[in-house]
C-alpha cells in the first residue's frame, strides 16, 4: 500500500530521519551552496567535502548492518537446523 504521494508507509518517517540526521552532521553552509550555487561553473572540494563523508559514514554504517542482519539470520537458520535434527524446537 502506497500514500497518496506514491510513497511506502514508513519511508516519510524514514526521510524525516535521514533529513535529520543531514542537517544535524553537515554544516549550514554546505547546505546554503547546495541552494546557491550554479553548478555549470566550478567550485572548491571542500565546499562539498563534508557531503561526501557524510555519505561514506552513512554507507559504512549501512554495511555492517547488512553484515550483521546477515550473521543472524544464518545464526537463527543454523540453530533451526539443529533443533530439527534434534526433534526439538529452539527458544532462539
Known sequence: M???WGMRPGHLEADK????DLVESV???V???LKDQDFGSAWRDNQTDPLYT???ERNAI???RARLTATVRHSSTRWRL???K???TSSR
Request: hydrophobic share 30%; no cysteine.
Open 27 to 29: 554544516p549550514r553552509t
Open 82 to 84: 539443529l533443533d530439527s
Open 62 to 64: 549501512e554495511r555492517k
Open 54 to 56: 557524510y555519505v561514506a
Open 17 to 20: 530521519e535521514t533529513f535529520a
Open 2 to 4: 502506497s500514500t497518496s
Open 86 to 88: 534434534r526433534g526439538g
Open 31 to 33: 547546505v546554503d551552496f
